[in-house]
């Protein structure tokens, strides 16, 4: 393969990949979550979680997954969007420690490391949020809606300061 051929197949790839994250983020998915979501069975109280969520019922969403996470302990996704709830509720305080401990449990969850980024972009913690977008960076090799979405935010906070 001439290195032509192969650049143009590197590109080729970068380009569906970022595609992919346009297409995600264009949708306005809220549940940037990991994947143990997909493949662990869901409650029925996780379900109407996630159904709050979709309707912007915070405090619903939070007593949800508050129910979630007491009889789930080991819930990454479940703490991720209990936080994501609490956050859109402005309880920074509750929401961080939600984000936390949904990273205690998976380090590499990608929905908690761009949703806490978001936290400390409105809080005002630049530093943090940019930590986050290094470890999504680094989870995501080829890029991810995760990371996509926390730059642009990241950006978009950084436009405003100036």
Request: net charge negative.
């Amino acid at each position: 393969m001439t290195i032509r051929k192969f650049i143009l197949a590197i590109f080729t790839v970068f380009a569906a990949q970022l595609l992919a994250a346009q297409i995600v983020f264009a949708a306005g998915s809220s549940s940037s979550s990991s994947t143990t979501e997909a493949e662990a069975p869901q409650s029925a109280e996780f379900a109407a979680g996630k159904e709050a969520i979709d309707a912007k019922q915070w405090d619903a969403a939070v007593a949800a997954f508050t129910k979630v996470t007491a009889s789930e302990p080991d819930n990454a996704d479940a703490y991720n969007y209990l936080g994501y709830a609490q956050r859109n509720l402005k309880n920074y305080d509750a929401a961080f420690e939600s984000y936390n401990k949904a990273l205690a449990i998976n380090p590499d969850h990608k929905g908690a490391n761009e949703y806490i980024g978001e936290a400390y972009l409105q809080v005002g913690n630049l530093d943090k949020a940019e930590e986050h977008l290094l470890k999504l960076d680094a989870l995501c090799f080829f890029g991810c809606a995760e990371y996509t979405m926390l730059k642009r935010a990241v950006e978009d906070y950084k436009a405003k300061q100036s």
